[in-house]
């Protein structure tokens, strides 16, 4: 595999991105919400900045099988009720645009007084919908990353970096 992303890189970008949301909502509580499972690390890291009152919260979704996008599947019982509330939506990364799409929209019903969305990468040349993150730490090439909290097949979540995987990368996962 090849790195993308080192350890400094991502700790700058997160630093970064913890400011613009501090200088956009200064010190108005915020819930933020993590889409899970791959934005843990990326959303701990985020919220340990942050010094306005924060609730915080999940949401599950599911669309890839190994490296093939199916259908997206959305579990929101473990989310905290947003009504009324400054809501931050966070994601690992952004590709096609569903996921983030469908789950915006899904929030929106919930009748938040403010809504965005924050993602630590952002895929070039993937994007299929017209919707796009309003906070984004990094934008990379297309490729399939892990690390930091992205997986394949429920392998490298804990990489302290972002890399790209090469084809016998792949091959060598067992399932």
Known sequence: MKTLLNQADIKKGVEKLAQEITDHYGERPLTII????????????VIRLLEMPLRVGVVQTSSYDGVDRGRLKINSEMMPDITGRDVLLMDDIFDTGHTLKEVLRLMDELNPTSLKSAVLLSKTGRQEVDC??????FDI??????????????????????????????QSVVK
Do not use: K
């Open 34 to 45: 993590g889409v899970m499972t791959g934005c843990i690390i990326f959303m701990a890291d």
């Open 132 to 137: 796009s993150p309003d906070f984004v730490v």
């Open 141 to 170: 090439p297309d490729e399939f990353v892990v690390g930091y909290g992205l997986d394949y097949e429920d392998e490298y979540r804990n990489l302290p970096f972002v890399a790209a995987l090469e084809p016998a990368d792949i």
